[in-house]
């Protein structure tokens, strides 16, 4: 059994006002976000928080990457077993992990 659903066994008010907000966020698409200025949150759409962070990002100079994480840990691995210098061969094959997605 999660500890998720442990929490929901336990049935007090602050737990059920947390998952009845938390359905609620999920099934209108909100998301909490702070405000501007102050420490002051706001509740906004999903997708009017989206637009905020493209405009934020937009306003700051970034630009879009992209990024292939199993690109990435094929380049490491090639570059693993085509070295000499810095492995010894013997080393090589206890370095590479088996899963790519996990650091």
Do not use: C
Request: a neutral charge.
């Amino acid at each position: 059994m999660k500890w998720v659903d442990q929490l929901q066994n336990l049935r007090s008010p602050e737990l059920e006002a947390y998952f009845s907000l938390k359905k609620r966020f999920n099934n209108e698409h909100l998301v909490i976000a702070r405000a501007d200025k102050g420490e002051t949150l706001v509740l906004l759409t999903r997708d009017q928080y989206e637009l905020k962070m493209y405009d934020f990002l937009n306003s700051a100079g970034a630009s879009l990457t992209a990024f292939s994480l199993t690109k990435h840990s094929m380049e490491v691995r090639a570059a693993i077993e085509n070295t000499r210098l810095v492995f010894q061969p013997a080393l090589q094959p206890q370095l590479i992990q088996m899963s790519y997605a996990i650091p």
